[in-house]
């Protein structure tokens, strides 16, 4: 539920930010007890956002802040 919870909040802080941003959640199986953010460009080039393997404990230190994903999509896309 957590890991949900905060993919919700990163699709829609992502949506909120960049009009017609397609956003896919876990469009592969994902790592076990992992939570990533990945832009794939319209090269087919992919750019990671986040990454929480390795991070934690505490477990919240696993997942990004909505607003700075937005700020690293925004410089990723200039």
Same mark, same amino acid.
């Given at each position: 539920?957590?890991?949900?919870?905060?993919?919700?909040?990163?699709?829609?802080?992502?949506? %909120?930010?960049?009009?017609? +941003?397609?956003?896919? #959640?876990?469009?592969?199986? @994902? =790592?076990?007890?992992? /939570?990533?953010?990945?832009?794939?460009?319209?090269? %087919?080039?992919?750019?990671? +956002?986040?990454?929480? #393997?390795?991070?934690?404990? @505490? =477990?919240?230190?696993? /997942?990004?802040?909505?607003?700075?994903?937005?700020?690293?999509?925004?410089?990723? +896309?200039?």
């Amino acid at each position: 539920r957590v890991f949900g919870r905060n993919a919700a909040a990163v699709s829609e802080a992502l949506r %909120g930010a960049v009009a017609h +941003l397609p956003v896919d #959640i876990n469009p592969q199986q @994902p =790592r076990r007890n992992s /939570f990533e953010v990945s832009l794939v460009k319209e090269d %087919g080039s992919t750019v990671e +956002l986040w990454s929480g #393997i390795g991070k934690g404990p @505490p =477990r919240k230190l696993k /997942f990004p802040q909505p607003e700075a994903m937005v700020e690293a999509l925004k410089s990723n +896309l200039a």
